[in-house]
């Protein structure tokens, strides 16, 4: 016995596309990527003539000095790490053998607080790397940069018994 299909027939009705919306301007995002961008967008707002005028003095920081048999290195940075004021011997220009001089670090080291006083800074502490010539007179030039020092702290990483030694030789 065959069985009947008692549902009536519909006939389907001609699906339309959605209306597309207008298209918006060039530099203008869309009400979607407004809404995933949230903070963003907001932050991209052109900023005034007076907030670019304006600088934030950040009155103290810490001074890296890494001085290296090759190289000094200097960078002054606020307290939560961020970098105010670098330099190096090389930026210096410093080369070769030069660069690992006392007298390179003394002017890496004037180069960078010349820099961080320029941006408010007056009080740094200091944090010392490496066994180069040019750690000592780094550390005094900032001294005498006129920014005073709180602390000298060496941090020059040291192994506590190091690597495995080579095996004996045998003759």
């Given amino acids: 016995m065959a069985e009947e299909n008692t549902a009536p027939e519909v006939a389907a009705a001609p699906v339309e596309p959605a209306e597309k919306p207008a298209p918006a301007a060039a530099n203008e995002p869309s009400e979607a990527m ?43 940075t606020d307290v939560r790490g961020n970098v105010l004021a670098w ?23 004037q180069e960078c607080a010349k820099a961080a006083i320029a941006k408010g800074m007056h009080e740094v502490e200091i944090l010392v790397q490496g066994v180069g010539s040019g750690r000592e007179s780094a550390i005094r030039a900032i001294a005498n940069s006129g920014m005073a020092v709180t602390t000298i702290r060496d941090i020059t990483p040291v192994p506590h018994n190091g690597c495995r030694q080579r095996k004996r030789r045998r003759v």
Avoid: E, W, Y
């Fill in 34 to 76: 407004k809404i995933v961008m949230g903070d963003v967008l907001q932050a991209q707002a052109p900023v005034a003539d007076d907030a670019k005028k304006r600088r934030k003095s950040i009155p103290a920081g810490v001074a890296h000095i890494n001085a290296s048999f090759n190289n000094t290195q200097c960078c002054i």
């Fill in 87 to 109: 330099s190096s011997a090389g930026k210096a220009g410093f080369k070769g053998s030069r660069k690992s001089t006392a007298f390179a670090g003394t002017l890496v080291a």
